[in-house]
Each structure stands twice: as structure tokens, then as C-alpha cells.
């Protein structure tokens, strides 16, 4: 299992197209960044502009964890689509070159090589994420420096000091990590149908942008579906930045509002993520290698 | 000489299609078995049963005396194989796919061996640029050099001179007698192109529609007593109306128009060829023509194809 999964890594970082995502991700990064830079302050006054007349800011409200939420925020609806380049074409991709056919005439259980093969989209997924994590926080703190995190919510304003953030961003990223990995369960299971790597990315893609119409979409017929569609709980690493107020109506630091949500939106995406795996497994030991 | 490959009443449906019906043949130690049939015969649909790609709607399938379903891993540790062409990694290089695959083949390796592997089929020189430079003979000798990297005892080809130029299909039938003679390798080896594996074969099953049409030796299969020559002349309507009043005209055949074809025995041939010289006979060519394709297209629908062909 070990020695496929090198296998699997060595071929998904040997290729060029596995670059195309971290040169997206680095361009989109270094664009908001850059933008941020230049005139980020009438960025902040834009977005504060209802607020300065009731309350006073002092200090950097444009600082390096602002940034990186503001990136997470714009990036991680556009992220999925990237992973599923490797994820979708994973088994496709094989299948389209022909040396599907060459890999399962070799000595190792199918059951072995799908889980090898997830593995190492599970990896390539997290090292893209890490690189995320990296350029957006990383180098947005280096760049921005530090700073108490406000984020301007829908009906009110969180203001989590400054040494209260980092492991928040640790947590969003760990749960955006879990949220990603289904995207590439949704990917990896498509492929195993497809001989061509088009068909099951385009598929992957489709869903991903049709869930996340109808996870937003407020009609009371869709409401209904929203808890079972995935996409609905991939945004709950935002609850990370949501802390809890205590009777006196002061913020209990070191707290989340509703961690329970979280715990419930992990389970349903690992549930999701165990069964799409699985049911891959099983469809592709039962499939004919026509390819 | 022990049985390598025992295929017992095996069968393959796709939806309405039948592609495998009731194929039953045994393949023996140091056997260079020719899988013949046309495109579509269901060849390739075996070959993928024999490795386990296509799971068989019915039948049963052993190989070195093990269960191929139940013994898949243990199998395959012993068996080297090319389906059609072989399609590599374009990104990687040819060093690199080989070590890719003989990774997976279970087996420790240096490096020295690999690159004489690689030697081995010609790609000295070339080993570290990357496979999409390739011509497909050179992807091909790859290929073989991926199969047998493991040193496996039994060899499994699908058509693999498919693509190859005349030098790479000469390449492929001195490489495959090397295997079998040298290296004591099994060998099944399917194409629809009949004269090179009449070259190599020790062994022929033919099949026709997913059935098997017949099995036998070379020798066998190849029935002296119905050779037929084909004789062109200065004047072939002089040289038929020649042999039409002799001892020759009861194995004469339907003529074509620029040659005259008589059926008999091979043994006889010396004796016509005399004939016609003793006749002043101007003959350009006498050619015996009774090879193992007459022998195909006459078992196979083929035929059909060719006669409405030329017709």
C-alpha cells in the first residue's frame, strides 16, 4: 500500500497539470494582495463605512488575519474547482492514456490501488491547501502584519483579539482541509465512470456550482434539501471566527459561538467522504477494464 | 510439460453481444501460442479474462495449475503482458517509467539493471528523455522491456505488432523467438496478422465470433496435401491450355487472370516444375502458396470477405 502510494505521488507531482492549480491559487493570491496593498484602507472604510459613525476603530484594521479572511472568503468557492483537475482525472486520466490497463496487470489488489489512489489525491489536496494557508496567511501577516481580527457578519460585528486568532485559522483550515477532501471523494468517484478525464471533471465541477446555488439559494423548497447537500457544510470553517457571549453580554475568549455545528458539519462531510469512497471501491472492482 | 494456461467453457457478454463463447484451450510450458482471429473475434476480450481486467460471465480460468479469480496477486506476480499498444507515462521518462513499474511489480532492482533492461530492447541512449518523444516502435520496445522487467514466466502479447514498421514487426518476431528459445519463456501471443505468428508459433488457436474455429500445432494446421501453386508465365493462357491436356489438369483450380493455380500435394511440386520446363514453359514465378492464412480465411468468415473482395 506504502509503495503504491509513492507510486501514485510521484506520478501526480511529476505532471505538469498538477502545477496549474498552484499557479492559480499564487496569481489570485498575489492579485488580492497586491490590491489590498495599494488601497486597501479605502477597501476598509468601504466596508466599516456603517459602523464609523457608532464606534471608534483604533489600530490595523487591515492587517494580515483580515487579509487572509478576505482571501478564504473569495477563494475557497473557487478551490474545488481546482482539486478537481487531479481528483477527477485520478482514475479517468489513466483509463485516457491506456495505462490503466498496464497498472492492473501488475501484482497489487484493486482494492489497494483506489485506496492508493485517494490517498494520494487526499495529499496532493492538502499540500494545495497548505499553500493556501501559507501564501494567505503566512505571507499576508509578513506583509499586513498583526492586528485584534474584525469581520463585519450579516447583523453584527466580531471583534476577536489578536492572540485569539491564530488557532482559529488553524481549526478553518483543518475543517476547510475535510471540506476539500470531499470535493476530491466527489471527484475520485466520477472518475472511475469516465474513460476521458473532460467528462467527470466537467461533472465534478457541475455539482459543486449546483450545490452551492442551491446551499445560498433562501427558497423554502431548497431549504428543505440543504442539510444533505455537502456544499451547504463546507462553509462552517466561518464558525471558527464566531465567539460566544456570556450573560453579561461580554465575549468569552477562546470560545466558538456553536461548536456543535461544526462537529455535525465534519460528521456529514466524513460521512459523505467514507461513502463515496467506498462505493468507488466497490463499482471498480465489479467494472470492466475496456480502456 | 506442465499446463501454463487452462481455459475451461469460457464466455464474456456485453449487454446483447457475445465476445466469448465457450473458448476452451490449454496453453503448455515453453509454448509460443498464437491467438489468431480476425479484428473483433474476441482476442482481446480473452487476453483481459486471462488478466483479470474482464471479469468472465462464465467459464474458468487457471494458470500455473492456480485459480485465476482466487490467486489473482500470485498470478500476476508471474506474468508479464502488453494489451495492444502499450500507452506509457508521456511525462516521465523511459528510465522512469520502467522503475515505475517494476516498482509495482513487486521485485527489488538497481539501477544497473534497469538500464540494461533497456538496453536490452534498444533504447540505449535514450533512456532518460521523456516518453512522448517516442516513436510508437520505441514506446513498444518499452513496453516489452515494462513486461519483462520482473522476469515473469509466462508472457501475455496482444497484437504487438500493431503500429510497428516492417522493421519493428521483424524486431518483434526475433525478440519473441529469442524469449521462447533463449530464455525459456511461455509465451501467448494474439494477432490478426497471420505471417508472423506463423513464424513463431509453436502452437495456433484459431477463433472466429468468440469461438474457437480450431487448435493445433503449426505442422498440424499446415496440411501439405492441399498446397496450392500459383504459376505466372510469359503466356499463361498457353501454360493452362498446356496443363489442361495433360497428367496436371485434375488439380488444376478457378483461374485468375494473370496467374493459373493448381491444388496437390507439396511432394508433386518438384515434378511440375520440371514439367513445365521440360514444356518450354517461359515461367516467371512458382510460387506454393498453402501457408497458415489460406488456412485462416478458409476457417474463418474472412473468407467471405476476401472472396467478395476480389470478386
Known amino acids: 500500500m506504502w509503495k503504491l502510494l509513492q507510486i501514485e505521488l510521484y506520478k501526480i507531482f511529476n505532471r505538469p497539470r ?22 486597501g484602507e479605502a477597501y476598509v472604510d468601504f466596508i466599516m463605512s456603517g459602523l464609523k459613525d457608532t464606534f471608534d476603530f483604533e489600530g490595523k484594521i487591515l492587517n494580515g488575519y483580515l487579509v487572509c479572511y478576505v482571501i478564504l472568503q473569495l477563494l475557497l468557492v473557487h478551490v474545488p474547482l481546482l482539486i478537481s483537475l487531479i481528483a477527477a482525472d485520478i482514475i479517468s486520466g489513466e483509463a485516457n492514456m491506456g495505462t490503466l490497463r498496464l497498472l492492473l496487470t501488475k501484482p497489487v489488489s484493486k482494492t489497494s490501488f483506489m485506496l492508493a489512489k485517494f490517498f494520494a489525491a487526499s495529499i496532493y489536496t492538502f499540500v494545495l491547501l497548505l499553500w493556501i494557508a501559507v501564501l494567505a496567511l503566512a505571507l499576508s501577516i509578513f506583509l499586513f ?42 471527484g475520485f468517484f466520477l472518475s472511475i465512470f469516465a474513460e476521458n478525464s473532460i467528462g467527470p471533471i466537467v461533472a465534478t465541477m457541475s455539482i459543486i456550482i449546483v450545490f452551492t446555488i442551491l446551499s445560498t439559494m433562501t427558497i423554502p423548497v431548497f431549504q428543505k434539501i440543504q442539510p444533505y447537500l455537502f456544499t ?54 465489479k467494472k470492466d477494464v475496456l480502456s | 510439460m506442465h499446463d501454463i494456461i487452462k481455459v475451461m467453457s469460457l ?10 463463447d465457450e473458448l476452451s484451450f490449454t496453453v503448455n510450458e515453453g509454448d509460443v501460442y498464437g491467438f ?14 486471462l488478466l483479470t481486467l474482464i471479469k468472465p460471465t462464465h467459464g474458468h480460468i487457471e494458470i500455473f495449475g492456480l485459480n485465476l479469480q482466487s490467486h489473482r ?13 502499450p500507452d506509457l507515462y508521456k511525462y516521465l521518462s523511459a528510465y522512469e517509467n520502467l522503475r515505475l513499474f517494476a516498482k509495482l511489480s513487486g521485485i527489488k532492482f538497481l539501477q544497473k539493471q534497469l538500464m540494461r533492461q533497456l538496453e536490452m530492447v534498444g533504447l540505449q541512449g535514450r533512456e532518460h528523455d521523456k516518453v512522448k518523444t517516442f516513436s510508437q516502435g520505441m514506446k513498444q520496445r518499452l513496453g516489452i522491456a515494462m513486461s519483462l522487467v520482473h522476469d515473469p514466466k509466462l508472457i501475455i502479447l496482444d497484437e504487438p505488432t500493431n503500429g510497428l514498421d516492417p522493421q519493428g514487426i521483424a524486431d518483434m518476431r526475433n525478440l519473441i ?16 496478422l497471420l505471417n508472423e505468428i506463423e513464424h513463431v508459433a509453436t502452437r495456433v488457436l484459431i477463433i472466429d465470433k468468440g469461438k474457437k474455429v480450431i487448435e493445433g500445432s503449426s505442422e498440424e494446421l499446415f496440411d501439405p496435401s492441399n498446397t496450392i501453386v500459383e504459376i505466372d508465365s510469359t503466356n499463361n493462357f498457353e501454360c493452362l491450355q498446356l496443363l489442361q491436356q495433360s497428367q496436371w489438369q485434375q488439380y488444376l483450380q478457378p483461374q485468375r487472370r494473370h496467374s493459373v493455380l ?50
Not at chain 1, 232 to 239: A, F, L, P, Q
Request: include cysteine; glycine fraction near 6%.
Open chain 1, 232 to 285: 451547504t457544510h463546507m462553509v462552517s470553517w466561518k464558525e471558527f471566527f464566531d465567539e460566544k457571549v456570556n450573560d453579561q453580554n461580554e465575549v468569552v475568549k477562546g470560545s466558538i459561538q456553536d461548536p456543535q455545528k461544526i462537529i455535525d458539519s465534519a460528521l456529514i462531510l466524513v460521512l459523505h467522504i467514507v461513502i463515496l469512497v467506498f462505493a468507488g471501491i466497490f463499482v471498480f472492482r
Open chain 2, 11 to 20: 464466455g464474456k457478454r456485453f449487454r446483447d453481444i457475445t465476445a466469448v
Open chain 2, 36 to 49: 489468431l482471429g480476425q479484428n473483433g473475434a474476441g482476442k482481446s476480450t480473452t487476453i483481459r479474462m
Open chain 2, 177 to 192: 523467438l529469442h524469449l521462447s528459445r533463449e530464455m525459456k519463456k511461455t509465451i501467448f501471443v494474439s494477432s490478426h
Open chain 1, 145 to 186: 502584519g498583526t492586528d485584534d481580527l474584525i469581520i463585519q457578519k450579516t447583523s453584527y460585528v466580531v471583534q476577536i483579539t489578536e492572540n485569539d486568532v491564530f488557532w482559529r485559522y488553524v481549526g478553518a483550515f483543518c475543517f476547510a482541509f475535510l471540506a476539500m477532501l470531499t470535493v476530491t471523494a466527489v
Open chain 2, 73 to 85: 496477486i500470485e498470478i500476476l506476480k508471474q506474468v508479464g503482458a502488453i494489451i495492444e499498444k
Open chain 2, 262 to 311: 493448381l491444388k496437390m500435394n507439396r511432394n508433386q511440386l518438384p515434378q511440375l516444375n520440371k514439367w513445365l520446363v521440360e514444356n518450354n514453359v517461359a515461367v516467371i514465378s512458382f510460387q506454393p502458396r498453402y501457408t497458415l492464412e489460406d488456412f485462416f480465411l478458409q476457417v474463418t468468415s474472412g473468407k467471405q470477405y476476401v472472396e467478395a473482395f476480389t470478386n
Open chain 1, 18 to 39: 498538477t502545477y496549474i492549480a498552484f499557479g492559480a491559487i499564487t496569481a489570485l493570491i498575489a492579485v488580492i494582495q497586491l490590491g489590498l496593498k495599494a488601497d
